[in-house]
Every structure is written in structure tokens, then in C-alpha cells.
């Protein structure tokens, strides 16, 4: 796990530094000049994504781990997604505002994208794999969006904290959602 996580942690920072180009600098964009900050593009939904948002996020009596219950208000679809122990109370600390002193792996996150200059625009869930949802989020770096490989669960967590929309797509939903009356 502790290598898993170290390597996306140099991944998203090679990423954000622009490191290990494929060598087509003369086709790159000249860097802004100093001082300047290039704003976030607006969140747009991805190809085939909805917003969906938070409904809630609760421990599973039955299962043990956490339920997050994320909702298409427009279609009254909810999408039940299990996660483990940590994932849920990191997305329902975050949900209610509260921090610890000293930073969780979720703060560190947020505070790297920020140290290196970028900023977290959105977040997608956008396929199921084997039981298992596929998450990106999508990091700004001044002059491009990067859309890094998440669980879903930190994808949430990582939206959640940071203030930013959460997509799903359609067939997503259509394979795993259910319909919800409320």
C-alpha cells in the first residue's frame, strides 16, 4: 500500500511539475510570465457525466465500512458506493468542516496541488471495473487540466474538501444506481 501511494504521490507531482515530457517542447505553450496566474478553467462535465452530489455518507451496520450515497437529483437516482472505515470519516469530517491539527493524507494532498501551484477543479467517477469504481480528478497546473487516477472514495474525499463538483457517468449510473424518493 505504502509504495502504491508513494508512487502516485511522484506521479501527481511529476505531473504538476510538467517533468518526463515526451521531448515536444518546441510544441509547448510558452510558460506565462513571472508573477502571472493563469485562473482555473470552470468545472465542465465530462463526455457522458452527470453532477451528482453528497446524500450522505454513513457506517454499514450490517458490513462494517461506510455507505456513500451519492444522488442524480435530476433523475431521483441515488449511487451507493462501499468504502472503507478511513475514506468514510475523512468524507464525513470533511462534510461537516471539521480538521484535525496536524494534516491527514487528504490534507497533504490538498496542500501539495496548492504548494505546486495547481488547483483541484472536479472530480468524476467514470466506469465500474470488476465491482470496483474508477475515479479521476482533475488537477489545474496553470496551463492544463490533469486528470489523475483515483478511488473513488479519496476522489470524493479530495471534491469534498475542496469545494468542487462531482460527476458520474451515465453508464455508471445506469449500471449501479438505484431510484430514490427523496
Known amino acids: ?89 475523512v468524507i464525513e469530517r470533511r462534510l461537516a468542516g471539521q480538521r484535525f491539527d496536524r494534516p491527514l493524507t487528504h490534507d497533504l494532498l490538498d496542500n501539495l496541488v496548492r504548494t505546486l501551484g495547481g488547483q483541484v477543479v472536479q472530480v468524476e467517477i467514470h466506469s465500474l471495473q470488476n465491482n470496483v469504481f474508477i475515479g479521476y480528478v482533475h488537477v489545474w497546473d496553470g496551463q492544463r487540466v490533469h486528470e489523475i487516477d483515483s478511488r473513488s472514495s479519496d476522489a470524493v474525499a479530495i471534491a469534498v474538501g475542496n469545494h468542487v463538483p462531482i460527476y458520474v457517468s451515465e453508464q455508471v449510473l445506469n449500471q449501479a444506481a438505484v431510484n430514490s424518493y427523496r
Open 1 to 89: 500500500m505504502r509504495r502504491t501511494v508513494s508512487a502516485a504521490l511522484l506521479a501527481f507531482s511529476v505531473a504538476l511539475l510538467g517533468c518526463g515530457s515526451s521531448g515536444d517542447e518546441d510544441d509547448a505553450p510558452p510558460p506565462p510570465p513571472a508573477g502571472a496566474v493563469t485562473p482555473a478553467p470552470q468545472p465542465v462535465p465530462p463526455a457522458g457525466a452527470v453532477p451528482v452530489r453528497v446524500q450522505t455518507v454513513q457506517r454499514s451496520v450490517l458490513r462494517g465500512g461506510y455507505t456513500l450515497l451519492l444522488r442524480h437529483d435530476a433523475t431521483n437516482r441515488t449511487l451507493p458506493i462501499l468504502i472503507g472505515d478511513a475514506e468514510g470519516a
